[in-house]
């Protein structure tokens, strides 16, 4: 940061391709935060009126510094200068010059710089350089630069004054003293980004010769229309619409908001807009056109007049609209008809159908808006629908549970945690009873969704055995053991954890219930404790380690919002042959949002 009485090291012709910036803050900091301390505004600033110049107090060592109010702190407004001159200058392929005397350029130009709003998101800034050239009217295009490389070749051979912002001179405004040096009557730093709002701008002007700011802030689904939005605060883009009717006197509606009557002018942003005209006793006429910046669009409608006009409006969509048996249209309908006693019916598939007899006098407007009721199946179907929505919509879950896991083997090969250097060796080579070798425990699990596939992200079990596991036990050569064939056994009691991570999913969603299948590599480890007491030989125990390959079966039933009830089934396949192969069955209760 630029601190009163320092100066920027700005690059020398043999130094351009590295230079040294003391006044220039760490490049670890988003790019953000300059643009926000250069739009913000102090208490200050905001009673300054648009177009005086702001000053900012400036010590170069040369007398007492320079100072005024409306300005940002004069820190910032330094760091502003400095990035701003320094990167304007090795845009132009050539380093800074010292003043140019008469032939300097005149201020005619305007620089459109572009930046990402958000991390990650700078696709967007070659899009928004196209959309600004495209936005642009014809007849200032020749003085607009749009983007860096536009900068670069307009200044190419160019050397800026200096000497305000290196302190060769004293000046209250040393980036626009520069600016105005290079030619350029304008800048404006636009932002792009994307979030849940849909495209959001953020643009900041200033213009070097009155010291006017100017700034601009716009969201919109439609990026052309939030681009359109933020650009019109600093050009005129607005296009002239004359729109007229025969007979005149009708309703305008522009993009579904009533505006007018005809004869009606307007101006509209860029971009597509449609205007609808409506008269009574007269079918409504609708046209969309695509607007140009600054063009002049006249409409002219010839409104069809009618003995009387029929509006029917049903839902759902895709409903059939039939006038005396006659079909006329789905969902929406707006025609001329002949006065009389009519019977307008709706229907569709799955809905009751629904019929009225309607009096419709000359030159009347008969309108129907009617919801069809659905059937009980369908009832059924649409609540099913919307749950089932309602489930998609949830993409991470919590669960906790509770779990009888049963080994599918009888291979355990623990070794011991401490012992003697005789038993070093020793191995337990397998479960000799229980016959069942049953493990409970509680595990805890969570993942993510998309629509149809997700990862299960981190899961753990912890189990331990109810009852007491005999294990047989591999000697070394010349320990004693007991039997002819120098195997003996352990009474031991097993706990059992269980580690897993990053497991894709395939799921698929009925209604409330959510299915879904999942594979992938756990971690297993046992440790192994002797029943004996104080007679325990391995007084610290036994362990064993194993890498298993699993597959897991789940089913998830949403019992209220987002907490639901499971059940699972798991099975696992020993790739180190140390641990045997599982077969767990799961139940617990999750949570998703």
């Known amino acids: 940061m630029l601190r009163p009485g320092e100066r920027c090291a700005f690059p020398t012709p043999q130094a351009t391709s590295s230079p040294q910036l003391p006044c220039m803050r760490p490049q670890g900091r988003r790019a953000e935060t300059t643009w926000e301390r250069l739009s913000q505004k102090s208490p200050r600033s905001q009673a300054t009126p648009l177009g005086r110049r702001a000053f900012i107090g400036v010590h170069h060592g040369r007398g007492p510094p320079v100072g005024s109010a409306a300005a940002p702190s004069p820190e910032d407004a330094m760091f502003v200068s400095c990035l701003l001159s320094v990167s304007l200058a090795l845009s132009a392929g050539a380093a800074p010059g010292m003043p140019p005397g008469p032939q300097a350029p005149t201020p005619s130009h305007t620089l459109w710089l572009v930046q990402a709003l958000y991390p990650g998101q700078d696709a967007l800034l070659q899009?928004?350089?196209?959309?600004?050239?495209?936005?642009?009217?014809?007849?200032?295009q020749a003085r607009q630069l749009i983007g860096r490389?536009?900068?670069?070749?307009?200044?190419?051979?160019?050397?800026?004054?200096l000497r305000c912002v290196s302190g060769e001179a004293r000046c209250r405004e040393p980036l626009e003293a520069y600016l105005e040096s290079?030619?350029?009557?304008?800048?404006?730093?636009?932002?792009?980004?994307?979030d849940d709002a849909g495209y959001r701008f953020r643009a900041v002007s200033v213009r070097p010769g009155t010291g006017a700011r100017g700034q601009a802030e716009?969201?919109?689904?439609?990026?052309?229309?939030?681009?359109?939005?933020v650009l019109v605060k600093f050009l005129s883009l607005n296009a002239t619409v004359v729109a007229e009717t025969t007979p005149a006197g009708a309703?305008?509606?522009?993009?579904?908001?009533?505006?007018?009557?005809?004869?009606?002018?307007?101006?509209?942003?860029?971009?597509e807009h449609t205007?609808?005209?409506?008269?009574?006793?007269?079918?409504?006429?609708?046209?969309?056109?695509?607007?140009?910046?600054?063009?002049?669009?006249?409409?002219?409608?010839?409104?069809?007049?009618?003995?009387?006009?029929?509006?029917?409006?049903?839902?759902?969509?895709?409903a059939e609209i039939r006038v005396d048996g006659q079909p006329v249209g789905t969902t929406a309908v707006d025609q001329g008809i002949q006065p009389g006693t009519r019977v307008v019916s709706l229907t569709l598939d799955g809905y009751e159908p629904h019929e009225v007899t309607a009096e419709i006098a000359p030159g009347g407007t008969y309108t129907l808006e009617h919801a069809l009721t659905p059937t009980s199946m369908q009832s059924f179907k649409l609540a099913m629908r919307r749950r089932e929505e309602a489930t998609m919509a949830r993409q991470s879950y919590l669960e906790a549970s509770f779990e009888l896991q049963r080994l599918t083997g009888t291979s355990l090969a623990s070794q011991p945690l401490s012992t003697s250097e005789e038993l070093e060796g020793l191995r337990t080579q397998d479960v000799r009873a229980p016959g069942s070798r049953n493990l409970r425990g509680v595990g805890i699990e969570y993942g993510r969704y998309g629509q149809f596939f997700g990862v299960m992200l981190v899961g753990a079990t912890y189990a331990s055995t109810g009852d007491t596991w005999?294990?047989?036990?591999?000697?070394?050569?010349?320990?004693?053991?007991?039997?002819?064939?120098?195997?003996?056994?352990?009474?031991?009691?097993?706990?059992?954890?269980?580690?897993?991570?990053?497991?894709?999913?395939?799921?698929?969603?009925?209604?409330?219930v959510s299915f879904a299948l999942q594979a992938g590599l756990e971690g297993r480890g046992l440790l192994v404790k002797e029943r004996a007491g104080d007679a325990a030989v391995f007084k610290d125990g036994l362990y064993a380690l194993d890498l298993h390959a699993s597959g897991q079966a789940t089913a998830r039933i949403y019992v209220y919002e987002g907490l639901y009830a499971s059940v699972a089934y798991q099975h696992s396949f020993t790739l180190l042959k140390k641990i045997a192969g599982t077969s767990n069955i799961r139940g617990g209760l999750g949570y998703a949002f």
């Open 182 to 194: 290079l030619g350029l009557e304008r800048v404006v730093l636009v932002q792009v980004g994307q």
């Open 470 to 512: 005999t294990l047989g036990i591999d000697v070394p050569p010349g320990v004693g053991g007991v039997g002819p064939d120098g195997i003996s056994s352990l009474d031991t009691q097993v706990q059992a954890v269980s580690l897993r991570a990053l497991q894709p999913q395939l799921r698929y969603v009925l209604g409330p």
């Open 251 to 271: 309703t305008v509606f522009l993009d579904g908001v009533k505006v007018g009557t005809t004869p009606f002018t307007t101006e509209v942003l860029p971009g």
């Open 218 to 229: 716009t969201a919109n689904p439609a990026f052309e229309k939030a681009l359109a939005g």
């Open 127 to 140: 899009r928004t350089e196209a959309g600004i050239a495209a936005l642009i009217p014809q007849d200032v």
């Open 275 to 318: 205007f609808r005209f409506e008269l009574a006793s007269h079918l409504p006429k609708e046209e969309t056109r695509v607007m140009r910046s600054r063009q002049q669009v006249k409409l002219d409608a010839a409104l069809e007049k009618v003995p009387a006009r029929l509006v029917v409006k049903a839902q759902p969509e895709g």
């Open 149 to 161: 490389d536009a900068l670069a070749t307009h200044l190419k051979g160019q050397g800026g004054d």
